[in-house]
């Protein structure tokens, strides 16, 4: 006999003071089993609170599931659990995914026999339906198979199942709820046969606004900049624009000029100390800002701006601007600043790592010895960020290798990509900007579907140039998900993690 239910059911989401009682409910349903870990947990929440539910019944959690958004294409293997969440961080959740999954569900035992499984099912759908997602997919066990083990292999049990001759105690309610299996997908394990299923959106539309999509190609110009000296602004402006078109003509999305290229405008300031010098340079900092902003609009293109002086309150620092193509503008200032920045220049240091959204996706800037720490690109990826732009000044090859072998450091260990760009020639008049030394590039993973050392394309040493490259974001995906290693995905976090104190 069904039992019958003595009081309502509520259907919410779960909230961080829910772990005590999930923790009991999967004792329950899993006597041998783990939970996610607390942290693990939160960051569910933190990243996708809608996604996480759960059903009250009698002030007690008695369903819970967990679920993320993910695009389709980028996995093959949904009964991987630990890949497909993330090993349960879910940091691989897309906002803009067409695909939600369900990683978990968890029904208490005594209450297994009322099918409550459904409601969590249709409150998916339901939110399937608001974010305009293709599909649902579910992976679990098939525990009728055991039953049917000596007579049926795993696929032959689940084409059996598929085709209602068999009738297994989870995919009927599955079924029941529109689910379907569509393809003969399975894992055998000791308690059975695994399946995925998919639950279709009838009501899901195609977004077919190129600007509001996600790219999957990006298209960046380097610049590597001649240092020398100049007569007036408006030879700087010329020089820059230049390299603005050529990148617009070649449709490039981003164009990246190097740190600090503005020390060129010294050439028309009288020799004062250095410190003086970087004040009276960051009073041109109105007029750069006012110069790249009309140079995106124009030409329609983002560009990093190098970076430039500027004083903010009683403090000089060191900022990389983003000049959207839209007409925005976002800062990121130097969070390391060198031993000779900060004795010749007074420079200050910033605060917090910045990951800016843009039309051809997440960015972020690392400022020349920025690149050096590996801590502050970890925290810009796991922000989203799947480029990182550093504009770099060095005056040797020491310290150009330096930002170079980091740059390629940080791009394999994050699977991202990292263009540089940096100065060339001399201002042998101008104190503390004398040489320079560079050769920009734009650098990959190093795994088959990228380039074999690394290097998607760089300049020839110290002559004034520019590369463009285009470099495909879904190859980042593919090799986070099944590159011959997973450094993103492996990183034991278990044993240590970045924290970030900033905002």
């Given amino acids: 006999m069904a039992k019958i239910l003595s009081g309502p059911l509520k259907l919410r989401n779960i909230t961080d003071q829910d772990y005590p009682a999930l923790l009991k409910l999967n004792g329950l ?22 996604g996480q539910l759960c059903i009250e019944y009698q002030g ?27 090993n349960g961080y879910i940091r691989n959740h897309d906002p803009k995914g067409d695909t939600l999954c369900c990683i978990d569900l968890m029904v208490a035992p005594k209450l297994s026999d009322l099918s409550l499984e459904k409601r969590i099912y249709k409150s998916l759908k339901k939110l399937a339906t608001v974010l305009n997602v293709k599909k649902i997919i579910i992976a679990g066990p098939t525990p009728g198979h055991q039953k049917n083990a000596s007579d049926l ?18 995919a009927k309610i599955q079924f029941s709820s529109g689910f379907s299996i569509t393809k003969p997908h399975y894992l055998a394990d000791k308690r059975g046969g695994r399946v995925w299923l998919e639950w279709t959106n009838s009501d899901y539309e195609e977004d077919y606004d190129e600007f509001m999509s996600e790219p999957t190609q990006v298209r960046i110009c380097v610049v590597q900049y001649k240092m020398r000296k100049i007569s007036s602004f408006e030879e700087f402006v010329t020089q820059c624009e230049f390299f603005v078109d050529t990148a617009a003509d070649y449709k490039s999305d981003f164009v990246l000029f190097p740190e600090l290229f503005t020390t060129q405008l010294l050439s028309l300031i009288e020799p004062v100390d250095s410190q003086l010098a970087a004040k009276k340079l960051a009073e041109y900092t109105p007029r750069y800002k006012e110069m790249f902003t009309q140079m995106a609009l124009k030409h329609d293109v983002n560009i990093i701006g190098g970076s430039q002086f500027e004083i903010v309150g009683d403090h000089l620092y060191n900022i990389a601007y983003l000049f959207r193509r839209n007409g925005t503008i976002d800062q990121q200032y130097k969070i390391h600043v060198t031993p000779n920045e900060r004795r010749w220049w007074g420079v200050s240091p910033g605060n917090k790592v910045e990951v800016f959204e843009t039309d051809r996706g997440k960015i972020a800037i690392a400022i020349c010895y920025d690149i050096e720490f590996p801590e502050l690109v970890r925290v810009a990826v796991a922000k989203g960020a799947n480029i990182i732009f550093v504009p770099f000044n060095t005056d040797e090859r020491y310290g150009y290798l330096r930002v170079r072998n980091c740059a390629m450091a940080r791009a394999i260990e994050n699977q991202i990509y ?12 101008v104190e503390n900007t004398g040489i320079h030394y560079a050769q920009s590039g734009i650098f990959t993973p190093c795994d088959f579907p990228f380039a074999r050392d690394g290097i998607a394309s760089e300049t020839n040493p110290n002559t004034e140039t520019l590369i463009i490259h285009d470099v495909e974001l879904d190859l980042l995906h593919k090799s986070r998900l099944a590159g011959t290693t997973q450094n993103w995905n492996d990183r034991r976090t278990d044993l240590f993690e970045v924290v970030y104190k900033g905002t």
């Fill in 29 to 50: 349903c899993r006597p041998n089993g783990t939970y996610w870990r607390e942290e693990q947990f939160l960051e569910q929440l933190k990243i996708f609170s809608k």
């Fill in 60 to 86: 007690e959690i008695v369903v819970a599931s967990n679920s993320l958004l993910v695009k389709y294409d980028h996995y093959t293997d949904w009964n991987n659990a630990k890949l497909v969440s993330d």
């Fill in 153 to 170: 292999s795993e696929e032959e049990y689940l084409k059996q199942v598929s085709k209602k001759k068999i009738e297994d105690p989870i």
């Fill in 418 to 429: 990292v263009a540089i760009s940096g100065c060339t020639g001399n201002l042998p008049q």
